[in-house]
């Protein structure tokens, strides 16, 4: 079926690193605008990253630029979101999202069920 | 930054009506979205382009746009329609994408 599946997700120090995953299976995954939305513990949603379909665009929110790398390999269907010196504020359920074409902008069709980030020491 | 305005909660009595607003300075320009989480599951779209429903979506979910504001209406209000609702869209260029503050909408 169409489902998106995180991985990658844990306890990290720090300063350390940590590279998330995402599975795409059930439609074209290298059709898709695909994006890493991320929720702190009894916090709201934040918008991280987007890339294109084909890699050739990508953005980042503020608060992760220079600090996260968002990738993708249309042959293996998965999103990835390298995460390096990691902070407590970085502390989040991380999202996978596909992207629809909403003209003007972006939004948000599928997501998948997220993955637990936790940076303590 | 860009900044989308939602209020902290709403209450509402089953059967009635609910409405939530969300300002921001781009809406003018910049499609709205709107999402329904609830707790300890991942957001559910239910209103796309200010007013589209998508499939799925009981008609009793619907959205406006006037101005820098947006509105989801809950109309005949059921307890299943408890959680929390976010706004979403983009700054004015459309590249960086921005999340309401959310609502949380409480069926009494």
């Known amino acids: 079926q169409v489902q998106l599946v995180e991985s990658g997700g844990g306890l990290v120090k720090p300063g350390g690193s940590l590279r998330l995953s995402c599975a795409a299976s059930?439609?074209?995954?290298?059709?898709?605008?695909m994006s890493w939305i991320r929720q702190a513990p009894g916090k709201g949603l934040e918008w991280v990253s987007y890339i294109s379909s084909s890699g050739s665009t990508i953005y980042y929110a503020d608060s992760v630029k220079g600090r996260f790398t968002i990738s993708r390999d249309n042959a293996k269907n998965s999103l990835y979101l390298q995460m390096n010196s990691l902070r407590a504020e970085d502390t989040a359920v991380y999202y996978c999202a596909r992207g629809q074409d909403g003209d003007t902008n972006w939004y948000f069709d599928l997501w998948g069920r997220g993955t637990l980030v936790t940076v303590s020491s | 930054s860009y900044e989308l305005t939602q209020p902290p909660s709403v209450s509402v009595s089953p059967g009635q009506t609910a409405r939530i607003t969300c300002s921001g300075d781009?809406?003018?320009?910049?499609?709205a979205y709107w999402y329904q989480q609830k707790p300890g599951q991942a957001p559910v779209l239910v209103i796309y382009k200010d007013s589209e429903r998508p499939s799925g979506i009981p008609e009793r979910f619907s959205g406006s746009s006037s101005g820098t504001t947006v509105t989801l209406t809950i109309s005949g209000v059921q307890a299943e329609d408890e959680a929390d609702y976010y706004c979403q869209s983009a700054d004015s260029s459309g590249t960086y994408h921005v999340f309401g503050t959310g609502t949380k909408v409480t069926v009494l």
């Open positions: 059930g439609f074209t995954f290298s059709d898709y605008y």
């Open positions: 781009a809406l003018p320009k910049q499609y």
